[in-house]
């Protein structure tokens, strides 16, 4: 029944083996952007990796701008602010009271923030983030899809922030 020749057996073993390579593509992608694909930036003690789809518009002291090549009219912006005791929710209700926008607090128990959506031919969201006991700031500035960009961003941030400091004294 299995009385195959040579070359049968060296065909049979040549598609096996192209089949398993083809199933471990995206496993062998993943390994690739790991080793090659390093835009890693540190800021402010901070180390983002924007990842495939988010990379580094601007950069300074102050502040670090991230762009999305999905989503053109996205962007995260961090900068520092000083604590004036004022919090992102406040502040987007004042800009809430003055603009057509509609306040809504963000859903995330580690971050202080608000989102204002503009109803429009084009709609825009606007979210202020602040990491509690930091002087980071976050402002995500584009279309209510494009947000979902950052997520890995946001959540290595807010991972960082909120690790605790190592033992050395050093972060």
Known sequence: MFDFSFRQYLLLGIGFSLILFSISLSWIETLSEA????????WHQLTISPGKKVYVSSLDD?????????????RLTLFTREDDGAS??????????????????????RLNGAIADYASATPLRFVLMHPADSGIWLEYK????????????????????????APDGSS
């Not at 102050?62 to 996205?74: C, F, G, Q």
């Not at 209700?93 to 809504?104: E, F, N, T």
């Open 142 to 165: 584009g279309p209510p899809k494009g947000f979902s960009a950052f997520d890995n961003v946001v959540e290595a941030i807010v991972t960082q922030l909120h690790a605790p400091p």
């Open 35 to 42: 080793v090659f694909d390093d835009d890693t930036v540190a």
């Open 62 to 74: 102050s502040t670090l701008v991230l762009r999305s090549s999905s989503h053109s009219d996205a």
């Open 88 to 109: 992102p929710g406040d502040l987007v209700k004042d800009l809430c009271g003055r603009d057509s926008c509609r306040y809504v607090p963000l859903d995330d128990v």
